[in-house]
């Protein structure tokens, strides 16, 4: 006889789980019991948006889901953001929720919330388990749930008490991972639109990639001499500096590469969906009607035809797509090879960064450092803002698995997503970069990074304003300036009293030694840049946006 709360912990262990993230709560106390004598690491967060953001970064850098525990009612709202980024962003991760007791249900009990309807558009499945000895069963089917097809969020409540209670139950077993893999059929259908084309162009995005796919994607553009693309904040799946990418499909898209897309006579767009961000909304690839023939190759068969009408669908993951692809040849040199070449070329010109604007502080020379000083495993992450445009354009991503940044635009993601990824890869260098909005939004979380001795570098850029927000404001409505201004705290003095190290940069020369003492600390810590306001893109300036010159 077993607790449901044992039965739980049995459960995850069955199926490789190695660390959690929570919020602790009374309605899941068994559970926390079930835990003391696990070998399960246990990371206790400050706040349960927090802690469904360090579970979507596990499962976004590992490919298995991220593990959050929250308590009921506030607990599982605060948490919601963190699924919503999940689920937009196909990423695998299981949200286990302490629920009110049966016999209090539907009574309005203390914190109580119907979890099926709450969370029921924002993930894949939502279940409540009422009899412990189905446990088991429930949890194995979260994993192959989470993992499958398109990845994404599911959501477990647990009733207090189901999980007090003792039951016979069977050993649970580990979830079967499904792999879908193209038939020769729609490879030998792939072969002859290529050879027949003039202008290729690939596109990669979404999950379900890992190191040997990014290899093998590598070798499939180097055989057929194919122009290679990242759709947005999925920089990480081709390395910037191969003369085969071609720059980031994203917000702010090259206009070189934006042309070239639209002039794409083929398009292979492998494990992404190509939303609105990605697609310039839906201009690079018109919705539903495609001007180029499109090969949308997707695990979710509920993914193909979705958006756009491909002219070749493809059901297969990324993973096993290139793995079969791989081992195909073009006939002869493909025409496109010099066209490859240039659209390289347009990439390391766009991704140069400038070298002056406003203010004392410039961010170009700072993102020249950070691409010559960090290492090529270094980690980035971010959340949602406009300073987040100087990572995306300008630094030069080499490795797979160093990106961790929500494609939903989610405020609030880079601090515990980097407390997350140091959590998992302790020897490797994790920056995380936020906004002075975007920073206070779950900066919180950096006394977690301090109490596990996680020495993260936050780098907040602050320039006293929601600068998104203002940016469309002053170029909507000029010079009518409300809800958009910022009083902040000194962020270096913030680190500092949280327990980490703490630096101030107002121009551009004190960076380099700044970040060089934060990384020397030892300590989680905080280098704040004081930016100009005026500094709100790297080309233009809030006056110049807001006369409209």
């Known amino acids: 006889m077993k607790t449901g709360g044992q039965l739980i912990v049995e459960a995850l262990e069955a199926n490789g789980t190695d660390r959690i993230f929570c919020v602790p709560g009374e309605s899941y106390l068994a559970v926390l019991d079930a835990l003391h004598d696990s070998s399960i690491r246990t990371i206790v967060c400050r706040q349960e948006g927090g802690a469904a953001m360090m579970a979507d970064c596990q499962g976004r850098l590992t490919g298995k889901p991220g593990i959050c525990f929250v308590t009921r009612g506030p607990g599982a709202t605060n948490a919601s953001a963190g699924i919503h980024i999940a689920?937009?962003?196909?990423?695998?991760?299981i949200l286990f929720i302490g629920q009110v007791a049966s016999h209090a249900k539907e009574r309005e009990a203390f914190q109580e919330v119907?979890?099926?309807?709450?969370?029921?558009?924002?993930?894949?499945?939502?279940?409540e388990i009422d009899d412990a000895s189905r446990i088991p069963e429930f949890v194995t089917r979260a994993f192959a749930v989470a993992t499958s097809g398109r990845p994404g969020p599911v959501v477990i409540s647990l009733p207090e008490d189901m999980l007090t209670s003792q039951v016979e139950a069977p050993e649970a077993l580990p979830h079967t991972p499904v792999e879908t893999r193209p038939g020769e059929a729609e490879l030998d259908a792939l072969e002859m639109l290529l050879a027949g084309a003039k202008r290729p162009f690939v596109i990669l995005g979404g999950?379900?990639?890992?190191?040997?796919?990014?290899?093998?994607?590598?070798?499939?553009?180097?055989?057929?001499?194919?122009?290679?693309?990242?759709?947005?904040r999925r920089q990480m799946l081709f390395d910037h500096l191969h003369p085969n990418y071609a720059g980031d499909v994203g917000i702010g898209i090259n206009p070189k590469l934006a042309a070239q897309i639209k002039a794409a006579d083929v398009v292979l767009l492998i494990g992404g969906r190509m939303g609105e961000m990605p697609s310039s909304d839906y201009t690079l690839l018109k919705s539903p009607?495609?001007?180029?023939?499109?090969?949308?190759?997707?695990?979710?068969?509920?993914?193909?035809?979705?958006?756009?009408?491909?002219?070749?669908?493809?059901?297969?993951s990324p993973s096993a797509f290139v793995t079969a692809f791989a081992k195909r040849r073009p006939a002869a040199t493909p025409s496109w090879a010099q066209e490859t070449e240039k659209a390289h070329a347009a990439y390391l010109e766009w991704s140069t960064p400038p070298q002056t604007g406003p203010g004392a502080v410039q961010m170009g020379p700072i993102m020249e450092y950070l691409n010559k000083t960090l290492p090529e495993d270094a980690i980035l992450t971010n959340g949602a803002g406009n300073y987040a445009t100087w990572v995306h354009r300008f630094y030069r991503t080499r490795r797979f698995g160093t990106q961790a940044a929500p494609t939903s635009g989610s405020m609030g993601y880079g601090t515990p997503a980097?407390?997350?990824?140091?959590?998992?890869?302790?020897?490797?260098?994790?920056?995380?970069?936020?906004?002075?909005?975007?920073?206070?939004?779950?900066?919180?979380?950096?006394?977690?990074?301090?109490?596990?001795?996680?020495?993260?570098?936050?780098?907040?850029?602050?320039?006293?304003?929601y600068?998104?927000?203002?940016?469309?404001?002053?170029?909507?409505?000029?010079?009518?300036?409300?809800?958009?201004?910022?009083?902040?705290?000194?962020?270096?003095?913030?680190?500092?009293a949280y327990g980490g190290h703490g630096e101030t940069v107002e121009k551009t020369e004190d960076f380099a030694p700044a970040f060089e003492r934060a990384r020397a600390s030892g300590k989680p810590a905080i280098v704040e840049i004081r930016l100009d306001p005026e500094a709100i893109t790297p080309t233009r300036t809030l006056t110049q946006i807001r006369d409209k010159s």
């Open 87 to 93: 689920m937009q962003d196909s990423v695998p991760l």
């Open 114 to 127: 119907d979890y099926k309807r709450f969370f029921g558009d924002i993930a894949k499945w939502v279940v």
């Open 207 to 232: 999950t379900r990639w890992d190191d040997q796919a990014v290899a093998q994607m590598r070798t499939i553009a180097e055989a057929w001499s194919l122009p290679v693309g990242c759709s947005f």
């Open 289 to 316: 009607y495609p001007d180029q023939a499109l090969v949308h190759v997707h695990a979710d068969a509920g993914e193909l035809g979705r958006v756009y009408r491909p002219t070749l669908a493809i059901n297969a």
């Open 418 to 465: 980097a407390v997350a990824a140091k959590s998992l890869y302790p020897d490797r260098t994790v920056v995380a970069f936020a906004g002075d909005g975007c920073f206070l939004m779950n900066g919180q979380e950096f006394a977690t990074a301090v109490q596990y001795d996680l020495p993260i570098i936050v780098v907040v850029v602050n320039n006293g304003i």
């Open 467 to 496: 600068g998104t927000i203002r940016m469309h404001q002053e170029r909507e409505y000029p010079n009518r300036v409300v809800a958009t201004d910022l009083k902040n705290p000194d962020f270096a003095a913030l680190a500092r």
